[in-house]
């Protein structure tokens, strides 16, 4: 593929099942014999095929380093036992959409990328299709929260108190989380609430971990995140804002690390996202519908054989599959390496100023942005052309709306920024 992902192709594909305990659902019946309860529990999670289109990236980043830095090699793509994804290796097109997820994922305190654009564009299709592309993390075995064995700061309360005593931390690795949020999900399944299991079986108040515990350290998704309820954008606004969720319930509080990658769709003739949850995006990627007839066949044709045959059409993406993954850890062990001089810091926050950007996060996205992007491309230095790539991105949904301004404001911080950086 011509850029960073390889030869190019088309997509389409489907969703695969999350299984997890977090995500049980719980029934259990009254046997004849009195005084004893047979708890059935199901575990399980729902595929959802999904359409998509094609997308290719603006850079060429083929001499970036391979080297996977994990303990255990990632495990492949797809088993037996999940359903088909089409392979975002496949993805042609949407350059902009594209580039910010994958920025994300090198450097998740970016703060993720909301993605707007017409209906059909293939914005919930990508996002997903990042599944097989997710890292690898270190977490404390058996922990619903997914704790960092070597952060206090992204560790639960219980396993915190098990560091400070001494004890030792078991520790496994596992794959990023994503995880979805539906628009019908109601508080206490995002946020968590009671254990009623544990509170019949053993007479005891615990809480039960909601999505947002499922969350931590991975990706939170909300597609027509602008239809939202209000009551869940608080939830996401005040979990957002500090890192941390906590929960009051029936006599119980507690608090645990939530730190995700927020990412949102959806599309701007079904409503308006509020300011202040649109303002907690690091990034605004905007998609379009692909003109190009042939292209638009090509993306027929492509879907046909992955219906046809999945197993085959992913087996033949596998080496750049396992190529990008290995960009993107490659990305994420040298991001703490990368440098970017004094000069191009205040030429961002001079465009920012001028364009009149409210508060300090733009300044701060656009750096962890364009370094991020340097280390993809496998340098340990930031250049003006890696600024010129995210700057829009980063700004663009942080400027003042004027109702009479005609123009893009993804051109309009372009402009600035040629202006300055001239």
Excluded at 35 to 54: C, E, H, L, M, Q
């Amino acid at each position: 593929m011509a850029g960073l992902l390889g030869s190019s192709s088309t997509s389409l594909f489907s969703l695969r099942p999350l299984s997890s305990p977090s995500l049980r659902s719980s029934a259990f019946s009254i046997p004849t014999n009195p005084g004893k309860f047979n708890w059935t529990r199901f575990y399980g999670g729902i595929g959802i095929p999904v359409k998509k289109s094609k997308y290719q990236l603006r850079f060429s980043i083929s001499n970036v380093a391979t080297e996977i830095n994990s303990i255990q090699q990632a495990p492949r793509v797809a088993t037996e036992s999940q359903r088909p994804v089409f392979p975002f290796a496949a993805i042609v097109g949407q350059d902009e959409m594209k580039l910010c997820l994958l920025l994300n994922v090198i450097d998740p305190k970016i703060g993720g990328v909301m993605i707007m654009g017409d209906r059909g564009t293939g914005k919930s299709t990508t996002v997903r299709s990042l599944i097989d592309l997710l890292p690898e993390i270190k977490v404390v075995a058996g922990d619903p929260f997914n704790s960092d064995p070597e952060d206090p700061e992204l560790m639960a309360m219980e396993v915190r108190e098990r560091a400070l005593k001494g004890d030792e931390l078991e520790v496994v690795m596992t794959k990023i989380n994503m995880v979805d949020l539906p628009l019908g999900a109601t508080e206490d399944r995002v946020c968590g609430t009671i254990d009623i299991e544990k509170a019949l079986t053993e007479g005891v108040k615990a809480f039960e971990p909601g999505l947002l515990a499922k969350a931590n350290r991975g990706i939170l998704y909300v597609d027509e995140v602008n239809l939202l309820d209000d009551h869940l954008v608080d939830v996401l606004l005040d979990s957002a804002a500090s890192g941390w969720n906590t929960v009051e319930r029936e006599g119980i509080s507690i608090s645990h690390p939530a730190r995700f990658i927020l990412i949102g769709s959806g599309n701007p003739e079904e409503g308006e996202l509020r300011p202040q949850l649109l303002d907690r995006f690091g990034m605004h990627a905007q998609v379009g519908t692909v003109k190009d007839a042939e292209l638009r066949v090509k993306i027929v044709e492509e879907r046909a054989r992955f219906d046809k045959n999945p197993k085959e059409f992913r087996d033949s993406y596998i080496a750049e599959q396992e190529k990008l993954q290995s960009q993107i850890s490659s990305a994420r062990s040298n991001l703490s390496s990368v440098q970017i001089d004094r000069d191009l810091q205040v030429k961002i926050s001079k465009v920012c100023a001028e364009l009149n950007v409210d508060g300090l996060r733009g300044d701060i996205v656009t750096n962890r942005a364009a370094k991020a992007l340097a280390a993809l491309k496998g340098r340990a230095q930031v250049t003006p052309e890696d600024i010129a790539t995210v700057i829009p991105n980063c700004l663009r949904h942080r400027l003042r709306k004027d109702p009479l301004e005609s123009i893009d404001s993804g051109l309009l911080v372009i402009e600035k920024f040629y202006e300055v950086f001239s």
